[in-house]
């Protein structure tokens, strides 16, 4: 064998067939099973300030002052639950955890109603459930 065909270089004319390795099997790699989502959502409550929920919305959850607005009169009008954001349980959990030092600070007849409260405190809730897009 001269040199040229020993590094590859073709040579013109040159049919000479160079050993291949082995053709192997197909490698199929499986796409791994997405994690499971979790939403967080908001509950209605008859005595936290309007004010104060969009500012939760907001510093919790990075809901724009519109979208905070429509997700708080939908809770309000329809009295259930709405989704305020879908995400990955860790970040569900540290976003609910950061609502609740807010809620925990709420300033009464500032950000709650104390004539209104049933409990004497800040009634604002948000519960955090695996997402099941209605199965």
Do not use: W
Request: hydrophobic letters at 40%; glycine letters at 6%; one cysteine or more.
């Amino acid at each position: 064998m001269n040199a040229e065909r020993i590094f590859g270089n073709a040579v013109p004319g040159d049919t000479t067939v160079i050993d291949r390795p082995p053709v192997l099997d197909t490698v199929r790699e499986e796409t791994p099973a997405k994690p499971p989502m979790y939403a967080v959502l908001l509950h209605n409550d008859g005595s936290t300030n309007p004010r104060f929920v969009t500012e939760v919305l907001n510093e919790c959850f990075a809901v724009d002052a519109r979208r905070a607005h429509q997700i708080m009169m939908a809770v309000h009008t329809t009295n259930a639950p709405s989704v305020v954001t879908v995400v990955s349980k860790d970040v569900a959990d540290t976003m609910h955890q950061r609502a609740l030092v807010l809620i925990a600070g709420a300033v009464p007849d500032r950000d709650f109603f104390t004539r209104m409260s049933q409990t004497g405190g800040c009634e604002l809730q948000f519960t955090v459930e695996l997402e099941t897009k209605g199965d």
